[in-house]
């Protein structure tokens, strides 16, 4: 399997606009959020995207680390969008992973409430979306994605048995340059298509796999139980007691009650 994440092996005849025209890659590194937030705050242009082969302290939500070892992807994506459309990042970034993989692979994945993906139940991908905003100004974006791509499973067992690679999955690598192209090139659709009103948020909404589940959700030290009855415009969770009562959460970690 070619695994080569050179700058120009990723912008080649890369049909973006910005989002990808310029690569910095690092074939091993602390975590990708960690440069894209000094390259943005020294003012990269759009659309930059830090690259690593490898990263050593990747971070996920959480405070969490985020295993990415040779033959999994790990990017940051720098933007610098209106305050408005933040949290549609969240939604865009799930759905323009479940399409890159489903156009490279074949492979169908589902999102996890608010942004894990998973193929067959099991989560092949995170996502981390760090912003620096003051008021209602927004100084950068950075969308992290990291997927575990050729990843054999028995040489990181801490990760069963919620996790799964694309290659586990499939019985065969994949090219990662194939999926960072093309998630590069669906994320820039999606982002352009926020201002005209396209919907994403119905797509995200219809890609879930978490509505009309019973979940548990940890947001903060509070635990909620219920059925993940729908989810609002600004990403959060609306989820029932079996009292009858609502409770809307912003921000959460939600487990399936059947995993
Ligand atoms: C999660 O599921 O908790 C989110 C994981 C996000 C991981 C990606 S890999 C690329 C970027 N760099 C990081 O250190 N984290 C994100």
Known sequence: MENN?????????????????RVIYYPSLTSTMEVAKREAQQGAVEGTVVVAGEQMAGRGRKKRA???????????????????????????????VVHSIGEVTGLRSQIKWPNDV???????????????VRGKIVDYAIIGIGINANLRLSDFPELLPLATSLSNELGRDVSPLEVIRRLLVEIERL???LPVGESIYEEWRDSLVTLGKKVRVKSGKAIDEGIAESVARDGSLLLRHSDGSLTKIVAGEATLADK
Not at 5 to 21: D, K, Y
Not at 75 to 94: C, D, E, F, T
Not at 118 to 132: A, D, F, M, P, T
């Open 66 to 96: 985020w295993l990415s070892p040779k033959g999994s992807i790990a990017l940051s994506i720098i933007l610098y969008p209106s305050v408005v459309y933040l949290p549609s990042l969240i939604m865009l970034a799930s759905l323009a």
């Open 5 to 21: 994440l050179s700058p120009t092996s990723i912008t080649h005849n890369l049909e973006t606009r910005f989002i990808g025209q």
């Open 191 to 193: 982002y352009l298509a």
């Open 118 to 132: 998973l193929v067959n139940g099991r989560k092949v991908s995170g996502i981390l979306i760090e912003s620096g």
